[in-house]
């Protein structure tokens, strides 16, 4: 079973933010987050999820109302980290397709390919507020459009050959320009002329996420490598992606043995892996790294700890061929 | 009290002042030469590191031009990325005003900020070819006058954003459950180029306003900086075009009520230092052979000419014909408003010393602006910064990533001697370091 983590403020909880154990400052620092993933990386986990949205999170005194930019903070963890995923989520709805493929290669760059994102849409008038540039649309519009984003992401992560960068002395060139390619993307709200501005990145395809919170994300979730579901006794089967399914956990609370269960019967079903929220990043990590992980490893649900390479190593997806390859354009 | 010398390490770019064929030289894309010269900067006590920016990919006669480093990295994920393996560098990203939009930058540059602790900068540009277009969802989309009043709009927003929390309003009282106050980050703008509502969802960072930094050097260019930069990022390294810029920007100060000491010009400069000055003279003309190869000298002409002149031989004379001014010969790098006088000069240098095309470039384009011993740069920088040619430097190295290591091992604690450079840091901030209020 692949086990991912969710990484959300203090907590999926509202309230864990108020627990003495929480010092609310270091979430703006990035220190909670960072203290959680390296914790849940000794454990074993395979990755960690950022939550984002274009706008701000929703203004109620009581709860966390600030977020930092997820790329942002997934890239500070990065060099503090050595083998478990990043995954920032990222919204393609009033961004630009170009800066957000160049960032989520960066990301796989400076991580030494363990990058990836959640590729989300923007549906709100709120979003569309704060940039002012389109009217809001509905979700089948803006997941339609987000397939095209994912699409021009991979091809101009293909825009460079892996070894388009030939430092030929003799000749003076730094790159093979026959290996660097126009990606000529056309869509029905963007174009794109390519190559990217980043040469490709270490896994080639940094691994795309989507979380399938709606029937057109679901839809829109056939294009991604890794698939995040909510919790839900309706499992997909005509994915071609690896499936997680998203819980919600405390088990600083309500112990491991059922969420041990719970993992057992997903496994028995089928399903890849299991995306863990916890409700608190301070009490429930260190839960789920002390005691659930090394149960799950004794049941040889879960491999062994120190595992390095790749994000897609990891989650056993191979590294994708270059689709320009050989193709004469 | 002496002047205090400001420093910056520019991370070696996409022309031809970057020499990617010599043996020594690294990666220019892996996270482990960003470190290596952001830690080689720390260690010098450097005020800043300085990433550039490209958002296509340099062309030349129609093909992407292969004699340069070609490709780099997104600026502000790999400075995220440095904030946890350095402690005091600031963090300097160039971020287009062009093509991102406010919200967006004031969300990456705030967060920036917040997870360095208070080190980050926007070197602010602007671009409004189509060239660079056809990679965004608006292509060329902007007049090229319309440009600074865009960047201009947008700054204010991306400032009415950072102030748009009071310090007062991030509560943290977790016993009473309140985190933030309601209504705080509302924001709202409307402008010639942005029509924008909502809530700005981080409150004031460390800095408060992550520092402002500005390299245009048209007259609109000045005047933006003069207004609204906390530094300038300049051309004008040399002495007399230091100090005649130095005393231009300053003068423009005192009507947006600022004081001389509130904008920082930072000249950008290459340095090349040895035992002595004989050798540093050998080595500086070795480096610029390696920088400037027939075909590289061509280039470079071809960008001053306006023209195609694949049908001159670089190791012969100069091209005959007149320069071409607004051509497409060569796309993505700034050319030159007015190439006659600069032609005349180089014609005329050449035809005093004998040289040909390339030797006219390596000569004309290419010399650094500090060569010698240790001790004759570190009176040479002092010299300057004294005498208002500069308020410090940004050092632009050849090599990836060891070209600073030199400087700092060597010139540095010269400098420090002289107690015109801080031995340590004196404050956690850039702001700190560059001596700026908010």
Known sequence: ?329 | MSKQIHLAAHFPGVNNTTVWADPQAGSQIEFGSFRHLAETAERGTFDFFFLAEGLRLREVKGKIHDLDVVGRPESLTVLSALAAVTSHLGLAATVNSTFNEPYELAKRLSTLDHVSGGRAAWNVVTSWDAFTGENFRRGGYLDKADRYVRAQESLRIVRKLWDSWTEDQLVLDQAAGAFAREGAGAFADEGAHFDIRGRFGLPPSPQGRPVIIQAGDSDQGREFAASDADVIFSRHGTFEAGKTFYKDVKARLSKYGRTEDSLKIMPAVTVVVADTDDEAIDKAAYIREQQVSGPTALVLAELLWGRDLSAYDPDGPLPAEDPVVGSSVTQGRVGYNDPFPVVAEWRAQAEAHGWSLRQTVINQQNRQTFIGSPTTVAEAVNHHVQEDAADGFVLVPHLTPTGLDDFVDRVVPLLRERGVFRDEYGGTTLRDHLGLQV
């Open chain 1, 1 to 329: 079973m692949i086990v991912g983590l969710e990484i959300d403020g203090a907590g999926a909880d509202p309230a864990a933010w108020r627990g003495a154990e929480v010092d609310p400052r270091a979430i703006l620092t990035g220190e909670l987050a960072l203290r959680a993933v390296q914790r849940a990386e000794a454990a074993g986990v395979d990755f960690a999820t950022f939550v984002d949205t274009l706008e701000a999170p929703d203004d109620v005194p009581d709860r966390v109302s600030v977020r930092l930019d997820a790329l942002g903070l997934a890239a500070r963890i990065a060099p503090l980290t050595e083998r478990i995923g990043l995954l920032p989520t990222i919204t393609v709805t009033h961004t630009e397709p170009f800066h957000v493929q160049a960032s989520v290669a960066t990301l796989d760059h400076v991580s030494g390919g363990r990058g990836g994102w959640v590729a989300d849409v923007s549906s709100s008038a709120a979003a569309a507020a704060v940039i002012g540039r389109r009217e809001p649309a509905p979700a089948a519009e803006t997941w339609r459009e987000a397939r095209y984003v994912v699409d021009v992401s991979r091809r101009l992560w293909d825009s460079w050959e892996d070894d388009a960068i030939i430092r030929d002395a003799s000749t003076g060139r730094y790159v093979d320009r026959e290996k660097l390619h126009y990606v000529e993307f056309e869509s029905p709200t963007f174009d794109i002329k390519g190559p990217s501005i980043v040469p490709r990145p270490p896994q080639g395809h940094p691994v795309t996420a989507i979380r399938a919170s709606s029937p057109e994300a679901l839809e829109a979730a056939a294009d991604a490598d890794l698939v995040l579901l909510p919790d839900s006794d309706e499992l997909p089967t005509q994915l071609n992606a690896l499936v997680v399914v998203s819980v919600e956990v405390r088990p600083h609370l309500d112990g491991v043995e059922g969420l041990v269960a719970v993992i057992e019967g997903l496994a028995a079903a089928g399903v890849d892996g299991v995306h863990l929220r916890p409700a608190s990043l301070e009490l429930d990590v260190p839960v789920i790294a002390d005691e659930l992980l090394p149960r799950l490893r004794d049941r040889g649900l879960v491999g062994a700890a120190e595992r390095g390479g790749s994000l897609r190593g990891r989650l056993g997806l191979g590294r994708p061929g270059n689709s320009y390859v050989g193709s004469g354009r």
